[in-house]
């Protein structure tokens, strides 16, 4: 009686271990299948949170490089004799040259006194006397218009009473039919 109770243990064992043998390579293949749609959503997930992060990093260095310019050229012409100095020596499209007289000595010859900026391929830089150091990366286009009192374009730099400049960024991962982030202002010169 024991004996037959062991060859049925014995078979029933082995009809089982078949059986999770088959679960077993079953159960495999659907996980494999689910952890190939799910490393493919991961994967989607990275890099559309990759490219949110680059449009948004260019977005706040346009507007950081907006605003600096923008308040070096609202300062340009300060001095205790501004009359003795020009305010802007070179007015191009993509570069500007800024002068101040900060120590109050009446020339424009000290450290940061006279400010370039300037666009040189992708990458619009200061100098500030230090050589030209980059401020922003990635500028698709940069642009400064110079105005009269009257609000007229001109090119003679003595004449300039404002600039509208113009920044137009792009990131890393730029998204083909993504917005294109563009900056625009209006700068008024105070000392002129």
Known sequence: MYRTLDIDARAIAR??????????????AVFGVVSAAVLT???????????GAS??????SGRVALERLAGEIRAAGLGRHPATFAAISLAERTRVVLHS?????GVVTGA????????????LRR?????????IDGVRSFALE???ALDRPVTTPHEVRSVVITLVTESVFDV??????????????RNR
């Open 112 to 123: 940061g006194e006279t400010i370039t900026w300037h666009l040189a391929g992708k990458t």
């Open 55 to 60: 449009r948004a990093e260019s977005q706040q």
């Open 15 to 28: 009809d089982a271990a078949r059986m999770h043998l088959t679960d077993l390579l079953v159960a495999a």
């Open 176 to 189: 083909p039919r993504a917005p294109v982030p563009v900056f625009s202002t209006r700068v008024r010169l």
């Open 146 to 148: 110079y105005l009269d």
């Open 41 to 51: 959503v991961l994967q989607e997930g990275l890099q559309g949170y990759t490219s």
């Open 101 to 105: 007289d900060l120590d109050g000595d």
């Open 127 to 135: 100098d500030a006397g230090g050589g030209a150091q980059p401020i």
